[in-house]
């Protein structure tokens, strides 16, 4: 009682006035310090770009960093060898499915069995993969990246945004599209897609915010493509593309119609031994010298019938042909015009490849931080079988005007016919 008494005769004899200031300036000074606590907190980037010799972060520095990144990492990160790869197979030929999924029990082994790995994939392009591996149909590939990997490169899709593909690689199957596809994405400002995603002929109706959300993510200035070798021959790819985006450019790989066939036979065969020969299903007639063109391993190769098709929505200028058998004997040269068609700096070049005499096509060199340089794997590059001579005439008989046909719309002479005369 007597502490209250005394602090009530004390606020009597202190004026009001007095008493508010007081508390008035208390509550100036705690708030004063309260805001140079916050401006040392805000001059944090300013010391740090002290330290970066005064250096402004900003947005647009930000992502010029990454890009630099990019252009320091992704070139080496194609050929990291705790890649893996799981690769699921199904042709049809005549009536004979194959169907084979590749599963390694181990990385060692399917090290030994890969192919070239470019610029680490999308988390998404696991589901699109899984996807085709259900619809039981073509040849699916898909890869993922262990943690040392994605440490290092994989901060593209934290940053980026998915896109629809600026550039498609619509053909043709057995040409060189994967080794054409994994040359690209060496390159930084190329982003691919590693499976087929097989939207614009089998997966139409699930929209293209379906399709967009497969892509990986891109930083401004990178190019966003996916490959589909089955969309060449879809009358219905052509329309659809177009209303997704008119101004998407397109790459074909072309090669000689008799070598892509057998290629094509090749690999049914090493799936499935006891399917017919290629004579017997390339003609409907031997004796007469009737040729099957309803075998797909041959309608394929009839390359200004499916051209006709696109050619009604996209600009030849639109569209790049790559030459299957340049792309074998000089790649870089091959690579250097597709990067001018995509409107990129040529990254990817001569260096980047040597040949292998074992494959028979050119392999992506080892950079210096890996043990071994990486080859396509041995699902490409099989011997062919034995093919009978007259059936060989006769099939590049049978090619040459449609051959012809197809030099006058593209303006270029693929000179298929000296392989004939060889």
């Not at 004979?96 to 029990?105: K, L, M």
């Not at 015009?337 to 050119?362: A, E, M, S």
Request: charged share 25%; with cysteine.
């Amino acid at each position: 009682m007597a502490f209250w008494s005394s602090t009530s005769a004390f606020t009597s004899k202190v004026p009001r006035k007095i008493l508010f200031m007081f508390t008035l300036s208390l509550s100036v000074t705690y708030l004063f310090y309260s805001l140079m606590s916050c401006y040392n907190s805000l001059q944090f980037p300013l010391q740090e770009n002290h330290v970066y010799q005064a250096r402004v972060v900003t947005e647009e520095t930000t992502s010029v960093a990454f890009r630099e990144k990019l252009y320091s990492t992704t070139a080496h990160a194609y050929i990291d060898e705790d890649l893996i790869y799981k690769t699921s197979t199904v042709q049809t030929v005549t009536g004979y499915v194959v169907s084979t999924i590749d599963h390694s029990e181990d990385a060692e082994s399917k090290r030994r069995e890969t192919e070239w790995v470019g610029t680490p994939l999308a988390h998404t392009e696991m589901i699109a993969g899984g996807l085709n591996a259900v619809s039981g149909r073509e040849h699916q590939e898909s890869s993922t990246i262990d943690d040392d990997l994605s440490r290092r490169v994989n901060c593209t899709p934290d940053y980026g945004v998915k896109k629809l593909p600026q550039a498609i690689i619509i053909g043709v199957k057995k040409g060189g599209t994967r080794a054409l596809l994994e040359a690209l994405r060496v390159h930084p400002d190329v982003r691919a897609v590693g499976v087929e995603p097989h939207f614009f002929d089998r997966n139409y109706e699930k929209g293209l915010d379906w399709y967009r959300d497969l892509m990986p993510s891109t930083l401004e200035g990178q190019i966003t493509m996916e490959k589909t070798p089955s969309y060449f021959v879809t009358n219905s790819a052509p329309k659809r593309i177009h209303s997704m985006a008119k101004d998407t450019k397109l790459i074909i790989v072309v090669r000689n119609p008799v070598t892509r066939a057998i290629s094509d036979y090749t690999q049914t065969l090493s799936k499935r031994p006891e399917i017919p020969t290629f004579e017997v299903l390339a003609f409907k007639n031997r004796t007469l010298g009737l040729i099957d063109a309803s075998w797909s391993a041959l309608r394929i190769g009839i390359y200004a019938l499916h051209l006709e098709s696109w050619m009604q929505y996209f600009p030849l200028s639109q569209i790049h042909f790559v030459s299957g058998e340049r792309l074998i004997v000089d790649p870089g040269g091959e690579l250097a015009k597709v990067q001018d068609f995509l409107g990129l700096k040529r990254i990817v070049t001569d260096k980047h490849f040597y040949f292998n005499k074992t494959k028979g096509f050119p392999c992506l060199k080892k950079p210096e931080d890996s043990s071994a340089p990486r080859c396509l794997g041995k699902s490409k590059g099989r011997t062919h079988p034995k093919i009978d001579s007259d059936v060989i005439y006769r099939l590049h008989k049978f090619y040459k005007p449609f051959n012809m046909m197809f030099y006058q719309m593209t303006g270029q002479n693929f000179q298929w016919e000296q392989e004939e005369r060889q």
